[in-house]
């Protein structure tokens, strides 16, 4: 199995940007399909970027798309998350999570592995 474990996250204005990582050890990284999934407090987890195992497709969140940025560098074991004019609605644990298999998810419960989550505070 891969864990991963997510840095970046703090409090930034509105309009701000942050650039979360999530570093993974263990199995083979570029077996897995990446994604970030947050939670809002009080709501339920939500999907809102995935790559696929060689990073040649993306996939976004209505809410998110073009401005967020999944990647990844297989090389050094790392998938990121760019977040650019970031929203108080932004605000919210973010989770990196890996799966087995060819295809991106946007369904939560399709990702077996989870980091332990990274904060982000967005303040208006």
């Known amino acids: 199995q891969v864990q991963l474990v997510e840095s970046g996250g703090g409090l930034v204005q509105t309009g701000g940007s942050l650039r979360l990582s999530c570093a993974a050890s263990?199995?083979?990284?570029?077996?897995?399909?990446m994604g970030w999934i947050r939670q809002a407090p009080g709501k339920e987890r939500e999907f809102v970027a995935g790559?696929?195992?060689?990073?040649?497709?993306?996939y976004y969140a209505d809410s998110v798309e073009g401005r967020f940025t999944i990647s990844r560098d297989n090389a050094k074991n790392t998938v990121y998350l760019q977040i650019d004019s970031l929203k108080p609605e932004d605000t919210a644990v973010y989770y990196c999570a890996a799966r087995e298999g060819v295809l991106v998810s946007s369904s939560t419960s399709a990702y077996s592995y989870w980091g332990q989550g990274t904060r982000v505070t967005v303040s208006s």
């Open positions: 790559i696929s195992r060689s990073g040649g497709a993306t």
């Open positions: 263990g199995r083979t990284f570029s077996r897995y399909v």
